[in-house]
C-alpha cells in the first residue's frame, strides 16, 4: 500500500527526469593537497600550451597555482600582500595573468599594481602601473568605488577605469596602458556633479586605444537627490587622448534594463533587455547598434520574449496566457559568439531575502537568448532553476550553447512540460550539461553524481582551445575537471 502511495505522489508532483549520459570526454584530474587554506577562487586560465593557471586571495596573500596539461600541480607561489591592499580584478593574455589591486599608503594617494604570473616559465613580477593624488573624502567616504578592465582585440594594450561615488559626485580615473611594457599610454580624470544613483557597467577599448564607459545613470537635474525611475537610462562615452564624447541611449517609452557589448569592426553592439514598467523587469530583448567613427546610433531594435521562455518558466498551458508580462530580477552574465556571428545572451534571476535577519541569495531562473547577425531575435529558452550560490557557466562549442550547473541529483519532468531544477532538502547533487542546437532544440546530460571530494564549480570554469576546466570545491584535497 505505501509503494502504491508513493508512486501516485510521483505521478502528482511529476515524472523523474531521465537523462541522458554526457556527450562530453570527462576527465578529472589527480587530486593534490592544497596547503593554502584559502578558497577564494578568483579566476582560472589556459595557456596556448594547456597549462592552466588559478588565481586565489585573501586579505594577506595572493596565491597563483600552476598545473600541466594534465592539469597535475607543478608550481605554486603565494605573494604577500600589504595589509590595505585590496584585489581588483584581473586579466589574462600572452600566457600571462596580470592581477590588479589598489592600496592606499597616505589617505591622499592610490598606488595602482600588477602582479604577472607567467603560466610558461613560473615567474612572477610585480610592477607599480601608477601612483595617484585623490581627494581624501572622496576615498573614505565614498557611496561606491570599484574598477573595471578591458583588453583590446590586438591584445597590444588594455584600460583601467577606477571610479568612486561621493554624495553627488562621480570621480573616473581612465589609464590606458602598453600591454608589453605596461607604460601608461595616457590618462584622463573626468569628474561629474550627478547623484549617487549611477553605475558602471562595463569598459571596452578597441584597437586605436578609444575607451568606451557604458554606464547606467537616474539622473534627474529638477530633483537631483532623488532616485527618478523616469529618467534612468544608460550611457555610453567614448575617450581618447585627446577627445570625449558622450551619448544617451534613451528609447521613448520603454525603460532598458540591463546591457553588454559586442565589437564588431568599427561597430559598437549592444543587446540587453527592456521594460515597460520602469520596475526592476524586463518585457523583451534590445539590441542597440552604434558607429564607433561617428559615435551615433544607427539602429536600435525592441522585441518581446518568446513564448517558449514562459513555456519553460510556467508550463505549456500557462505560456500564452503568461507571454507579454514582465519577469523580474534578471541579470546578464555572458555574451557568447559562435562561428556564425550569432549572439548567444544568458541572464540568472538574482535577488536577496532575509530570513531571521540572515541574507540569503537566490540564484534561480535562466533565461538563454539567440540573436541573428542581423541582431534579430531568433529563439528564446529558459532553465527552471532554484539554487542559493552561483551555480552555472556557459559557453558555445561546434555551434551549439552549453549551459554547465550543479542541481539535484534526480530532475523532474512536470506534467505541464516543465523540468524542474533543484536540490531537495536532503538530495545529493549532480552536475549536469543543457545543451541547446542552433535551433533553440534542447537535450539535457548528467555529466556526474557528486559525491565526496567531486563537487566542481562551474561558475570559476574556463572554456578554451574546445576544453572546458573547472574546480572542485574542496578545501583540502582538490581536483580539476576537463570537459572536452
Not at 544613483?197 to 529638477?222: A, G, R, T
Not at 523587469?281 to 539602429?299: H, P
Not at 550560490?389 to 549551459?403: E, G, T
Not at 574546445?466 to 574542496?474: A, P, Y
Amino acid at each position: 500500500m505505501k509503494r502504491i502511495l508513493l508512486i501516485t505522489l510521483l505521478i502528482s508532483q511529476g515524472l523523474i527526469f531521465a537523462q541522458n549520459e554526457s556527450n562530453f570526454r570527462v576527465y578529472e584530474s589527480p587530486i593534490y593537497k592544497d596547503e593554502v587554506k584559502t578558497d577564494s577562487v578568483r579566476a582560472i586560465y589556459t595557456s596556448k600550451s594547456g597549462k592552466t593557471g588559478v588565481i586565489r586571495n585573501d586579505k594577506k596573500e595572493i596565491v597563483f597555482d600552476l598545473f600541466d596539461e594534465s592539469l597535475t600541480n607543478i608550481h605554486s607561489k603565494l605573494v604577500e600582500t600589504d595589509r590595505k591592499e585590496t584585489y581588483i580584478g584581473d586579466i589574462f593574455y600572452n600566457n600571462e595573468i596580470n592581477v590588479f589591486t589598489e592600496t592606499f599608503p597616505d589617505k591622499d594617494i592610490k598606488v595602482l599594481t600588477c602582479y604577472v604570473f607567467n603560466l610558461e616559465d613560473k615567474t612572477n613580477k610585480k610592477i607599480e602601473l601608477s601612483s595617484t593624488t585623490i581627494d581624501k573624502k572622496m576615498s573614505l567616504f565614498s557611496n561606491e568605488k570599484g574598477a573595471e578592465f578591458s583588453m583590446s582585440p590586438d591584445m597590444t594594450s588594455f584600460s583601467i577605469t577606477n571610479y568612486t561615488i561621493h554624495r553627488d559626485e562621480i570621480f573616473y580615473h581612465i589609464s590606458v596602458f602598453d600591454s608589453k611594457t605596461y607604460e601608461l599610454i595616457y590618462s584622463q580624470e573626468v569628474s561629474r556633479n550627478e547623484n549617487k544613483f549611477y553605475s558602471l557597467s562595463e569598459i571596452q577599448i578597441d584597437d586605436n586605444k578609444n575607451v568606451f564607459l557604458l554606464s547606467e545613470s537616474f539622473y534627474d537635474e529638477e530633483t537631483p537627490r532623488l532616485k527618478s525611475e523616469k529618467n534612468r537610462g544608460f550611457i555610453v562615452e567614448k575617450f581618447s587622448e585627446s577627445k570625449y564624447s558622450k551619448l544617451d541611449l534613451h528609447i521613448e517609452n520603454k525603460y532598458i534594463k540591463s546591457l553588454k557589448a559586442v565589437s564588431n569592426d568599427n561597430e559598437y553592439n549592444l543587446y540587453g533587455f527592456y521594460s515597460d514598467s520602469g520596475l526592476n523587469a524586463i518585457k523583451g530583448v534590445c539590441n542597440i547598434l552604434i558607429d564607433i567613427e561617428d559615435f551615433e546610433i544607427k539602429d536600435k531594435k525592441l522585441q518581446d520574449l518568446p513564448t517558449q521562455i514562459y513555456a519553460d518558466l510556467f508550463g505549456s498551458d500557462k505560456a500564452e496566457k503568461k507571454k507579454g508580462k514582465e519577469l523580474f530580477e534578471y541579470k546578464i552574465d555572458y555574451i557568447l559568439k559562435d562561428n556564425k556571428d550569432n549572439v548567444y545572451l544568458t541572464a540568472e534571476q538574482f535577488y536577496i531575502t532575509y530570513q531571521n535577519n540572515q541574507k540569503v541569495e537566490h540564484y534561480d531562473d535562466i533565461l538563454i537568448i539567440k540573436f541573428n547577425p542581423e541582431g534579430d531575435l531568433d529563439w528564446g529558452r529558459s532553465i527552471f532553476k532554484y539554487d542559493y550560490k552561483p551555480s552555472y557557466n556557459a559557453f558555445v562549442k561546434n555551434n551549439n550553447m552549453h549551459i554547465i550547473l550543479n542541481s539535484g541529483k534526480k530532475l523532474k519532468e512536470l506534467n505541464d512540460g516543465r523540468t524542474k531544477t533543484s536540490k531537495g532538502l536532503f538530495e545529493t547533487s549532480a552536475l549536469y550539461d543543457f545543451t541547446y542546437k542552433s535551433t533553440g532544440d534542447s537535450e539535457i546530460y548528467k555529466i556526474q553524481n557528486n559525491k565526496n571530494n567531486t563537487y566542481y564549480r562551474p561558475n570559476f570554469g574556463n572554456y578554451v582551445k574546445g576544453k572546458f576546466i573547472m574546480i572542485s570545491d574542496s578545501r583540502n584535497e582538490r581536483q580539476f575537471m576537463t570537459l572536452e
